[in-house]
């Protein structure tokens, strides 16, 4: 199998090189995201590899389609990068679906627990001797609330080490998880009632702009909002006008509507014109990190491993059993005889 691969960056490399021999999987690397501009660059391989912020909209989709590509395959568990319609019967999507849920609950606990105690400005004043705390004061979380938005794989982890802490979690989820002791409630009640509220649920048109104006007049005037989910589960205008106004304690951000022109780049030589994301990098109550709750060295290894096994799999013919679609979860009857989606 050639596989062209998209926004490769070094820490890449290192993982997928380690097995390309293993899995007789021949890789191109290219260091820019597929968008339909690069898209022709992919016509005769056999599979593109893209991470969370390469576009495959329908025309980006349609010229890999005509170059000859038959596999996408996502290198993330998230799948909101991708037109499901216009690759359905032409091109096979395959992702990561569970590589390390503990590397993005304990980002997402990092997020919360430095925003509580400041140590990220904590860290910055002692190495310049200034040994003042003011400022820096924070909050117990034992028996404070921890209202958890989507309680899947990676939710639920968050939600133990919440209880671990002592807290009281509470959840919101249409979709509650069966084998659990999970105490959920409404949307409306975790937002009033939580002392912090993390994101744990996908994107889509349902969850768009989740915590809006709205939800966030709701919040505790001390709450903190982690997202570690997708950016635009967050409407970020209003985001700003709620930490201008104090509405609410903070924000712990490891994902941003905007990203995709800004994460995973060394920009800091070049002036940033997104406002918001300028705007909301002045807050002392803002964590932003860019989009590396991911990054821990098993969940790279298990991404690697999966994404090869994926690739080798549609290579021989096999079932594709990290295949999606825009049908699955309601009328996707996997083939039986090819275990694949069409
Ligand atoms: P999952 O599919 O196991 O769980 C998602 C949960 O959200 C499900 O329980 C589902 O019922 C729930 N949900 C769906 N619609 C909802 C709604 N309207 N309100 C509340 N809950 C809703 O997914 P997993 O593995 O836990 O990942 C969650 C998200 O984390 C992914 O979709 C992805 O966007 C993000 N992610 C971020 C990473 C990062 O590096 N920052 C890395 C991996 C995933």
Redesign the pocket.
Same mark, same amino acid.
């Not at 989009?291 to 990054?295: I, L, T, V, W």
């Given at each position: 199998m050639k596989v062209a691969f998209y926004d490769a960056k070094p820490y890449d490399k290192v993982w997928f090189d380690a097995l390309s021999e293993q899995y007789g999987v021949e890789i191109k690397y290219f260091d820019f995201k597929l968008n339909a501009e690069t898209a022709p660059l992919a016509a005769g391989y056999d599979a593109v590899c893209i991470f %969370?912020n390469d576009n495959a909209n329908k025309q980006t989709l349609d010229i890999l389609y005509e170059g000859g590509v038959k596999l996408l395959a996502l290198r993330? +568990? *998230?799948y909101?990068n991708v037109d499901f319609k216009s690759s359905h019967g032409k091109i096979h999507v395959v992702r990561v679906? !569970?590589y390390s849920?503990a590397? %993005?609950a304990e980002?997402a606990v990092a997020l919360l627990l430095t925003l509580n105690r400041k140590t990220h400005r904590a860290y910055a004043r002692t190495r310049d001797n200034n040994f003042n705390i003011n400022g820096f004061i924070g909050m117990d979380l034992v028996g404070k609330t921890a209202g958890v938005? *989507? $309680? *899947?794989?990676? *939710?639920r982890v968050y939600a133990g080490i919440c209880k671990g802490f002592g807290m009281n979690v509470i959840a &919101? !989820?249409?979709?509650p +998880?069966e084998d659990s002791d999970i105490k959920y409630v409404g949307?409306d009640e975790l937002l009033r009632s939580s002392d912090v509220i993390s994101l744990?649920?996908?994107? $889509?048109p349902? $969850?768009h702009h989740?915590i809006n104006r709205e939800n966030l007049d709701k919040m505790k005037p001390h709450a903190i909002v982690i997202n $570690?989910?997708?950016g635009a589960l967050i409407d970020t205008a209003a985001l700003i006008d709620a930490l201008k106004s104090r509405k609410i304690g903070g924000a712990g951000l !490891? %994902?941003y509507e905007e990203e995709s022109d800004y994460f995973f780049e060394d920009l800091s030589d070049t002036i940033i014109e997104d406002d918001e994301l300028s705007r909301l990098l002045t807050f002392p109550n803002v964590l932003l990190t860019s989009?590396?709750? &991911?990054?821990t060295e098993e969940a790279m290894h298990e991404i690697a491993r999966v994404t090869m096994e994926n690739i080798k799999a549609y290579g021989a013919n096999l079932p594709l059993d990290n295949e999606i679609c825009y049908k699955c979860g309601e009328v996707c009857t996997k083939n039986e005889n090819t275990g694949r989606c069409f």
């Open positions: %969370v993330s +568990a *998230g909101n679906p !569970d849920p590397a %993005v980002h938005i *989507g $309680t *899947g794989k990676i *939710g &919101f !989820d249409p979709y +998880a949307l744990h649920c996908p994107l $889509t349902e $969850t989740i $570690t989910s997708r !490891d %994902v989009h590396q709750a &991911f990054f």
